[in-house]
């Protein structure tokens, strides 16, 4: 026999008012006139050991009564008692997300998570077939062993920087002790309970008989400030030697300010203060051509992980152009101030990264990766050798002539460049190949500005041979002014370091989530040093720390890979209960109190509460009592007509 | 022990009415007379009647009527039986016995329940006019230590009124010694009468009995009224409560739950036991309860009166 609640047995002390009141306030009440006293003092004398014993056998009852109340209150079970019950199949699923890292009091709840777990491994038996199941790392198998060798792992789990997905771990879990074919099945969920570890709807899996205790006694309080949103450039990685800006969010529920700091190569680089929920700007670079890593921090609070964002960029030297400028002044002007810029670099036919192709020169020689901007002529006449170039490079679409003439303005444009005032007199339809509306062409392309009339002006693509760039207007001033404006330069710098190549790209990962590795890779440092060498699955599944990982061919470091913490696990608001029971479809028991949880595990050998039963004898004994206090002691018979002695004054007038 | 079955109280006879209601009515001589009136009036329509000496009128006999007064010259006319039925023409000396001590001046419920005291003084007034009526002669002694006020046995209507003087200026007070009035009653009682004793009878039992024995050895017979509160009978309902005697002053602590049935068998036992002591020597004795109508006690004096002839 067991209590589930047995601090409310506390509540017997109460059996000291019936005990108190028996002793020292008897009596000690009102004075009432009674001229038949002698009628009652001859009661008195005459039952005097009846009145005791009724007295006395009140007070039993009435203790009897607490107590049992008190009992019924403990929630008493019969049964095995602690530490044995039927052979069980159980799965503790230890939430050790990021969320778990928060320091509560002088511990984290990792800490609180694991000494709730020792209490399962404790109350199991060797009969028992237990596993541990860690939601923060969903690569890990489940790790099933002897129960010192499930109280170990459970010692050495510590927190990922990963989103523990509980909904899953539970229909892992579920599977898991299905197949077992023991009589019993429990999952122990050991977490802290996160509303965004139980996104995805209701658990899949047929639980069927199986029992989740669930432990909900973790702090509820859902402050906390992170940072999230990381940005860099606009989502272009710098050139060598060009600046750029690093955009990042401060999140969270306090208003108050937060210092911000941008660290390069373990330097500070720049810092500002923001208010909470802002985002925040802060220079980057300029830098040579090779790889740059960092992260910008904010200082840390109860759960700090969440407190940095790293980020990781292969910074490139200009890209290569080749352009044969001799048709068109104005570009020819451009790309040399680009390239004083350090925007540019000029580069042969067949080295160039990126081709200016007018009226489609050089399309057919560029080399396999190269991108093109193809720009038509003017002369009307030469369109149909820049479709045969375009055809012949791979290029889905063609050029042709448009009857209307006369200004139409831009309109709808993705361009991150002003084209504010850029006005079109002349150009050239721009058309899919083949099917004329061109389901496979527009597959493969994109519209990214248009004119005024829904035309498209200019195009982006890839083709079998490279990315390219249509312009539908000439660059000349009589097709259209933006040679004569601001806005060339910009958009030329735009459209040649897009395709600057593919490692400049700046790859941003979740801490949890595979890494897909470059060919070749051959190992992979983490964060903490530790060096995993590469399967030939060619992705890397074991990212519980967020920070940099560095990819490795041999001893030479070939790409940096930067991991970030899940932006749902700073969100600590905690799922309610009844939410929590209509997302599992099973017996469910919550458990708020780690002492209470040793009793709540293993309900297979609880047995049954008796708490109703104890309570039906407790309202027995108040029915004696109340039937005992209502009928009083038996008169005796036979008795004197003798009053009495009085007490202290005459027996009678 | 008497315990006179009582009917239903019917609308306008006061001497059926309940003691509270009857305390509205007025006075002593008010109260006293009408519940005569109605008492005498409910007698007419029983068989009760019949201890006169003096001649009043002819009845048809009936089955167990005494033979000796059958008219046999009425049944040579008429061929049927008839009694004759005589009036009293004995002059019965009556003396009523009142106790007025302290305790008599309590009542239980004060609001809805007159005291013992209230109830003695209407029911001796009214004893008193019923004698009177009769032909009797009537004395009164009131006592409680000792006796407070006498008046020397007398008939006639106007005494009536006499009577009606003392009891109206008596009040409750002091012990109760009954012993001590019944033993100088019998001194002064030379012939042989009725002694109505008016008491709640929380006395000294022994010495009481004794008294009421003597009165009877000297030939006289004596009805014993014992007033009780309802009160009395049944304890308050009062949880733990220190009682007290207004009397004596004696205390006593009780768990009322504890006690309260033992109390009630033993308020019986006391009841019984004054009945089994009285009965033997001839003393009449009849428990009458204060939220009873006085016509209870009326009624038991008429059966005493009855057998008096």
Known sequence: ?653 | MSELAYPASPRGRPDLMDPATLSQLGGVELIARQVVEGFIMGLHRSPHRGFSAEFAELRAYQPGDDLRYIDWRMWARSDRFYVKQFEEETNLRAYLLVDVSASMGWSSDPETLPTKFWYAKHLAASLALILLRQGDSVGLAAFHDEIVARVAPRGGQLHWYELLRHLTHLAPGGGTSAHTALKEVAVRLRRRGLVVLLSDLLVDPDTTLTALRFLRHRGHEVLVLHLIDPGERELPHTGDARFFDPETGDELSVSVADVRAAYRGAVVDALNEWERSLKPHGIDYVVVGTDTPLSRALKAYLHKRERLG
């Open chain 1, 1 to 653: 026999m067991g209590l589930l609640n047995p601090l409310l047995l506390l509540a017997g002390a109460a059996v000291a008012v019936p005990l108190i009141l028996h002793l020292f306030h008897r009596h000690d009440t009102r004075r009432v006139a009674f001229p038949a006293l002698r009628y009652l003092q001859r009661t008195e004398k005459e039952h005097a050991r009846t009145i005791r014993f009724r007295q006395i056998l009140l007070l039993v009852l009435r203790i009897t009564a607490i107590l049992l109340l008190a009992l019924a209150a403990a929630r008493p079970f019969i049964g095995g008692g602690v530490g044995i019950h039927d052979p069980t199949a159980l799965v503790i699923i230890l939430d050790n997300s990021m969320s778990s890292g928060r320091v509560v009091g002088q511990g984290r709840t990792l800490d609180q998570l694991k000494g709730i777990a020792r209490r399962s491994v404790a109350r199991a038996s060797s009969e028992d077939r237990v596993w541990l199941l860690r939601a923060g790392e969903p690569w890990s198998v489940a790790l099933t062993g002897s129960l010192d060798d499930v109280g170990r792992w459970i010692e050495e789990t510590v927190v990922s920087g990963g989103r523990g997905d509980l909904l899953q771990s539970i229909e892992r879990a579920a599977a898991l002790v299905s197949g077992a074919g023991l009589r019993a099945a429990e999952i122990h969920v050991v977490s802290d309970l996160q509303r965004t570890a139980f996104l995805g709807g209701a658990v899949r899996a047929d639980l069927g008989a199986i029992t989740l205790v669930v432990y909900d006694g973790t702090d509820a309080d859902p402050v906390n400030r992170y940072l999230d949103g990381l940005l860099i450039g606009g989502g272009l990685p710098p050139l060598a030697n060009q600046r750029s800006q690093i955009t990042v969010r401060v999140s969270g529920g306090s208003d108050s300010l937060a210092p911000i700091r941008l660290v390069v190569e373990n330097r500070i680089r720049g810092a500002a203060i923001a208010p909470e929920g802002s985002h925040t700007l802060l220079p980057l670079g300029p830098f040579a051509a090779g790889p740059v890593s960092g992260y910008v921090e904010t200082d840390p609070d109860d759960l700090s992980m969440d407190d940095r964002q790293y980020f990781s960029l292969t910074v490139l030297p200009p890209p290569g152009v080749w352009a044969d400028t001799s048709q068109s002044f104005f570009l020819s002007r451009a790309l040399p101030v680009l390239e004083s810029a350090g925007r540019l670099r000029p580069a042969s036919l067949t080295e160039a990264d990126v081709l200016l192709a007018i009226g489609g020169a050089g399309l057919e020689s560029r080399r396999p990766g190269a991108a093109a901007i193809v720009v038509p002529y003017r002369d009307v006449t030469l369109l149909p050798a820049l479709n045969r170039r375009l055809a012949s490079s791979g290029i889905s679409w063609r050029f042709e002539p448009v009857e209307v003439r006369g200004e139409t303005p831009l309109g709808a444009s993705s361009v991150p460049i002003s084209l504010d005032g850029v006005r079109v007199f002349e150009h050239y339809r721009m058309v899919p190949r083949g099917t004329g509306g061109a389901d496979g062409a527009e597959a493969e392309a994109e519209v990214v500005v248009r004119l005024a009339t829904g035309e498209p002006w200019l195009v982006r693509g890839t083709s079998d041979r490279g990315p390219f760039f249509l312009v539908a207007s000439p660059l000349e001033p009589e097709a259209t002014n933006l040679p004569i404006t601001a806005s060339l330069l910009p958009l030329l710098e735009w459209m040649l370091s897009g395709w600057a190549g593919d490692g400049a790209s700046v790859p941003f990962l979740i801490a949890g989530e595979p890494i897909p590795l470059p060919e070749g890779a051959t190992g992979v440092q983490d964060p903490e040093g530790t060096l995993h060498p590469v399967d030939g699955t060619g992705v890397l599944r074991e990212t519980r720390l967020p920070g940099i990982y560095t990819v490795y061919r041999e001893d030479t470091p070939i790409a940096y890979v930067a991991l970030n913490t899940p932006s749902e696990e700073s969100l600590l608001e905690r799922i309610e209960a009844r939410e929590l029971r209509a997302l599992v479809d099973a017996p469910l028991s919550m458990v708020e109190d780690s002492t209470r949880w040793t009793r709540s595990v293993f309900a297979s050998g609880q047995g049954p509460e008796i708490w109703w039963q104890v309570l039906i004898m407790a309202l027995g004994v108040l029915v004696v009592e109340s039937l005992v206090a209502a009928t009083g002691p038996v008169r005796a018979r036979g008795s004197s007509m003798t009053p009495a002695p009085a007490h202290g004054g005459r027996a009678s007038s």
